[in-house]
């Protein structure tokens, strides 16, 4: 498999050859979506919290009486059908959302990923990605001269004026080859990876 390899006007150069093992291998739609809900799934802080019908602040008074009224029979406010009062089914703090996914699955998963990247041209390699200042304007006026607007860094290790430019720049993130997530992978439009970077992802995953 070989990828374009951009200089810094965007252009694309000679091609760098990877490893088919990584960047080859066949779009398996069912496995990246299962990897990527794991992934948002495994995020969660599962902190959310309603109250059931003890909890809520309600007197135990019955409202009327039982019959007579014409109304509807009932014993307590606190009642789920009522407004305001508790649920039935409420949400927990302690509520488990967590995904299992194996090594050998998420890591076939991953590689899917990029390999359908680099048949789709989203993904491209550079020799090294740097600005000499931690300025927000040196990393986009960079990022546009290369015609890159919503775009995943990918570096072998994050420089500090990198990581400090791209921080205000909403279409863009930074990243090293081991925190390079699917969901990342999945949702920007174009993916960037420097040469040592690329080294690094296929000894991670060949």
Same mark, same amino acid.
């Given at each position: ?65 039982? &019959?007579?009224?014409? $109304? !509807? ?5 606190? =009642?789920? *059908?009522? @407004?305001? +009062? ?16 194996? &090594?050998?699955?998420? $890591? !076939? ?5 990029? =390999?359908? *990247?680099? @048949?789709? +041209? ?85």
């Amino acid at each position: 498999m070989e990828l374009k390899l951009l200089n810094e006007q965007g252009q694309a150069g000679a091609n760098v050859a990877a490893t088919d093992e990584v960047f080859g291998r066949e779009y398996n739609e069912a496995l990246i979506h299962q990897i990527v809900v794991a992934y948002a799934a495994n995020a969660r802080s599962g902190n959310r919290k309603q109250k059931d019908r003890e909890e809520v602040h309600h007197t135990t008074k019955k409202p009327w009486r039982q &019959k007579g009224t014409g $109304r !509807a029979r009932a014993g307590m406010s606190s =009642s789920p *059908l009522w @407004r305001g +009062g508790g649920r039935i089914f409420p949400n927990t703090p302690d509520e488990n959302f967590s995904h299992k996914v194996n &090594k050998k699955m998420f $890591r !076939a998963g991953i590689c899917s990923i990029f =390999s359908q *990247l680099a @048949r789709e +041209g989203r993904l491209n390699v550079v020799e090294n990605l740097s600005i000499e200042a931690p300025k927000t304007k040196l990393l986009s006026q960079k990022l546009q001269t290369m015609g890159l607007e919503s775009v995943l860094v990918i570096t072998d290790t994050i420089d500090e004026n990198l990581e400090l430019a791209s921080r205000n720049l909403p279409h863009v993130l930074v990243v090293e080859p081991k925190h390079a997530d699917p969901m990342s992978l999945v949702f920007y439009k174009k993916v960037l990876v420097t040469k040592a970077a690329l080294a690094k992802i296929e000894e991670m995953y060949a």
